[in-house]
C-alpha cells in the first residue's frame, strides 16, 4: 500500500464476529492491493473488538476505530466514509464475501471509462453458509448516458447493490450524505447516478450474505429499520408516515441538487410523479433474498473459488 491509497474502503460494523473474519479474508485476499480498509466498530458487544486488532496487527492496511457509544448504522457508515483518504471508494459489509478480482476489475472499469463514476459487477445472495442461493440478473439502466432515463429505471426497477460498488470520492462528497428515512439507500444511489453512469462489470464477484441477523431481518418493521439505522429515530416526532414522506421527498430534494440541465429535470420530476401516481407492479418491491432458491449446481461458479481465503485462515 502506498502512504495515501488510491483506493479506501470503508467498514461499519456493529456485533458483527460470526462473519467478520471471512469478509476480512476476502478483502485482504483481493488482487487489487493499493487500498486501505477503515473499520469502524460501532461500540460491538461481542468479539469484534478482539477481531479488528487481530487483524489490524497483522495487516498495515487496515484502520481500526472503535465508538464508545452506538451511534447507529447510517451515521457509522457517513464516518467511515469522512475518514478514508483515497480517490475511490467502497462500502463493505461486515458479512458479505467478494470475488478475489472485484477491485481490481472496478478500478480497471474506471480508469477505462472517465465518464462512469461508479463501477460494480455482478451479484448474487448466499446464505448463512456460503452457499450461493439467488444469483441476480442486473436489468438497470444505470449506464445509460442519459441522467432521467438512469433516475427513471431506479425508480421503477427492483434495484441492485450499487451503494456497495467502488465510486469515485469527488463526485461522493458532492451528494447529500446518507440519511435514515425508510429506503433512504435507495434515494442515495439515485442522486448519485444523476450524476453520471454505472458501469456493470460482466463477472459475478460479489456475494450479498442473507442470514437471519442481518439488519433487513431482525429489524422487520420500518419503524424499527430506521431506528437501528439511526438511534435518533426513536420516539413520537418520527412516525412511519414521516419516514415515508422523508422516502418521497429525498427523491425530489436529490433532482433538486442534481446538476441538470431544465430539461432533464422536468423529466426526472415527471418520472417522479408516474412513479408516484403508479400501481405498485408485482414484484416491483421484491428483495433478491426473498426470491426462490435455486440450486447451485445448476450454476457454473463455485464461491469458494472466487473467494480469497474464505476457509481455514481465521486467526
Known amino acids: 500500500m502506498t502512504a495515501r491509497p488510491r483506493l479506501s474502503i470503508g467498514l461499519p460494523v456493529y456485533n458483527g464476529e460470526e462473519y467478520l473474519a471471512?469478509?476480512?479474508?476476502?478483502?485482504?485476499?483481493?488482487?487489487?492491493?493499493?487500498?486501505?480498509?477503515?473499520?469502524?466498530?460501532?461500540?460491538?458487544?461481542?468479539?469484534?473488538?478482539?477481531?479488528?486488532?487481530?487483524?489490524?496487527?497483522?495487516?498495515?492496511?487496515i484502520r481500526y476505530l472503535r465508538l464508545s457509544r452506538n451511534i447507529g448504522a447510517t451515521p457509522n457508515h457517513n464516518r467511515v466514509f469522512a475518514e478514508c483518504r483515497g480517490e475511490l471508494f467502497k462500502w463493505?459489509?461486515?458479512?458479505?464475501?467478494?470475488?478475489?478480482?472485484?477491485?481490481?476489475?472496478?478500478?480497471?472499469?474506471?480508469d477505462e471509462r472517465p465518464d462512469v463514476i461508479l463501477a460494480h459487477t455482478g451479484q448474487a445472495v448466499i446464505d448463512e453458509a456460503g452457499q450461493l442461493k439467488v444469483p441476480y440478473e442486473y436489468g438497470l439502466a444505470t449506464d445509460s448516458p442519459h441522467a432521467p432515463e438512469r433516475f427513471r429505471s431506479l425508480l421503477f426497477e427492483p434495484g441492485g447493490d450499487d451503494f456497495y460498488g467502488v465510486l469515485r470520492a469527488d463526485v461522493l462528497r458532492r451528494v447529500k450524505p446518507l440519511d435514515s428515512y425508510h429506503h433512504a439507500d435507495r434515494t442515495f444511489v439515485a442522486e448519485i447516478t444523476l450524476h453520471g453512469p454505472f458501469h456493470q462489470v460482466p463477472e459475478l464477484l460479489y456475494f450479498r450474505r442473507d442470514h437471519p441477523t442481518r439488519a433487513e431481518r431482525a429489524n422487520p418493521s420500518k419503524r424499527a429499520r430506521c431506528v437501528n439505522l439511526d438511534p435518533r429515530r426513536a420516539g413520537p416526532l418520527h412516525p412511519t408516515p414521516?419516514?415515508?414522506?422523508?422516502?418521497?421527498w429525498g427523491f425530489a430534494s436529490a433532482i433538486r441538487r442534481a446538476p441538470l440541465s431544465p430539461a432533464d429535470r422536468r423529466a426526472c420530476h415527471r418520472h417522479l410523479a408516474a412513479w408516484l401516481t403508479s400501481r405498485v407492479r408485482p414484484g416491483t418491491g421484491e428483495r433478491v433474498e426473498d426470491r426462490a432458491p435455486v440450486d447451485p449446481a445448476h450454476l457454473d461458479v463455485s464461491v469458494d473459488a472466487l473467494v480469497a481465503g474464505r476457509a481455514g485462515r481465521q486467526p
Open 242 to 248: 414521516r419516514l415515508l414522506a422523508e422516502y418521497v
Open 22 to 61: 471471512e469478509s476480512f479474508e476476502a478483502l485482504l485476499g483481493q488482487t487489487y492491493e493499493d487500498f486501505e480498509l477503515v473499520v469502524s466498530d460501532n461500540a460491538s458487544t461481542d468479539g469484534t473488538q478482539d477481531l479488528c486488532r487481530t487483524y489490524a496487527a497483522r495487516d498495515s492496511r
Open 92 to 110: 463493505a459489509s461486515h458479512d458479505d464475501l467478494y470475488g478475489r478480482d472485484l477491485l481490481r476489475r472496478c478500478v480497471e472499469a474506471l
